[in-house]
């Protein structure tokens, strides 16, 4: 009856079944919640950031990095942003390439992909929990789920784990698909928490808790990566972009460096006041340049109540050094519910960059989160799970 079966319904599941439509074949979808799309209904806050102008490689997480080049070569951001034209979800940039729907929400994004599974005859079934899966002698899959409480059992050819990541759980997000990629033998990436906000604990703790709401530019750099964006002080740690970012790339038991002026050097800016008006206080500079909450706080590391005209070798050096060498040790991170995504999952190796199928286990493809590909944040993500899916689609 099927020429492939999708397990999940989310953006690359979506996709995949759509584009699979468009080639004239026809797929179930097994889906655990009771709709479609969880995930893309609270991305971005419920607008979902749909795609990225300027999506390379360069901004994915992968132990290959050039794996997701052919997916992004047969399915480009231009692909993206004709198909929602064609269905009448025009995009707007919000900042740094991040194209959101100009007049539309999450939701229309969703409607789009079930209408047009309607409309090619696509199958969607919701409340089903796949079980198990194995593979029979002839080579076809036997699927084994749950629907509504009652096993079923369906057998395919193709079989398509489209099922996510480990965030969010109250989404339905689950391991099935590292289960089923290590049921069959293929490596898996160990998974952690990406886009994820960092915790701080210990004596630094209470300052980080007081500064709470207070967002500030920086540049965030480990020795691997920096990124020039917001942090947010929250009363647990760090968030913001910057933060999230570049919680894809930390490690355990690694520090962070925070430049607080990224733009400006402060020694050239106490220079320059003093020299106008050497009686202002650091206190009141600082004031100008941050919030004056975050410039009181930094009392605790600076002297902040002597004038610029009073500061010594020694004072300058301690500003300049905290101004832009500014260090933090997380001690974690606030885990899959808090995460974007996850990084890690289904090696590359495993998979043919060219289809996405399963060298080891014909007929059976991979797409979207649950593969070792993980992009940046403002909607790269979103961009490789449209791509997998169209992939996969051409080759199911």
Not at 7 to 24: D, E, P, R, S, T
Not at 92 to 110: H, M
Not at 308 to 327: G, R, T, V, W, Y
């Amino acid at each position: 009856m099927y020429d492939a079966v999708i397990i999940g319904a989310g953006a690359c599941g979506l996709m995949c079944a759509v584009q699979a439509g468009f080639l004239g074949k026809r797929v179930l979808i097994l889906e655990r919640n009771p709709n479609a799309g969880a995930k893309i209904l609270i991305s971005g806050g419920g607008r979902c950031n749909y795609t990225n102008l300027y999506t390379a490689a360069s901004n994915f997480v992968s132990e290959n990095e050039h794996f997701c080049k052919s997916a992004f070569s047969q399915w480009t951001v231009e692909d993206t942003i004709t198909f929602f034209e064609t269905y009448g979800i025009y995009g707007k940039e919000k900042k740094l390439g991040q194209l959101f729907p100009e007049n539309n929400k999450a939701r229309d994004i969703v409607d789009v992909f079930v209408s047009l599974c309607a409309d090619l005859g696509q199958e969607i079934r919701y409340d089903c929990e796949v079980t198990s899966v194995a593979k029979e002698a002839q080579g076809d899959f036997e699927v084994s789920f749950l629907a509504e409480g009652r096993p079923s059992v369906i057998r395919t050819a193709r079989l398509v784990v489209a099922s996510g990541g480990l965030p969010v759980k109250k989404l339905g997000a689950s391991d099935f698909g590292l289960r089923i990629a290590r049921q069959f033998g293929l490596r898996v990436v160990k998974p952690a928490p990406a886009l994820v906000p960092l915790t701080v604990t210990g004596r630094d703790a209470d300052w980080f808790a007081q500064l709470s709401g207070n967002s500030v530019f920086c540049r965030v750099s480990n020795e691997r990566i920096s990124f020039e964006e917001n942090i947010l002080f929250t009363h647990w740690g760090l968030s913001g972009p910057a933060i999230l970012q570049i919680s894809s790339y930390w490690e355990a038991g690694e520090s962070l460096e925070i430049d607080l002026l990224p733009s400006s050097r402060i020694l050239a800016l106490i220079e320059r006041e003093r020299n106008e008006n050497g009686k202002k206080l650091l206190l009141t500079l600082l004031a100008s340049l941050y919030s004056r909450k975050f410039a009181e706080a930094l009392a605790k590391y600076l002297p902040v109540d002597k004038n610029l005209a009073s500061l010594n070798k020694a004072d300058l050096l301690q500003i300049e050094q905290l101004i832009h060498h500014f260090k933090v040790k997380p001690a974690g991170d606030k885990g899959y519910d808090k995460a974007e995504v996850m990084r890690g999952g289904v090696a590359t190796g495993e998979l043919s960059s060219k289809t996405l199928e399963a060298k080891k286990v014909p007929g059976l493809f991979f797409g979207g989160e649950c593969v070792d590909v993980t992009g940046w944040l403002g909607g790269y993500n979103f961009q490789w799970a449209w791509a997998s899916g169209f992939v996969i689609a051409s080759n199911i």
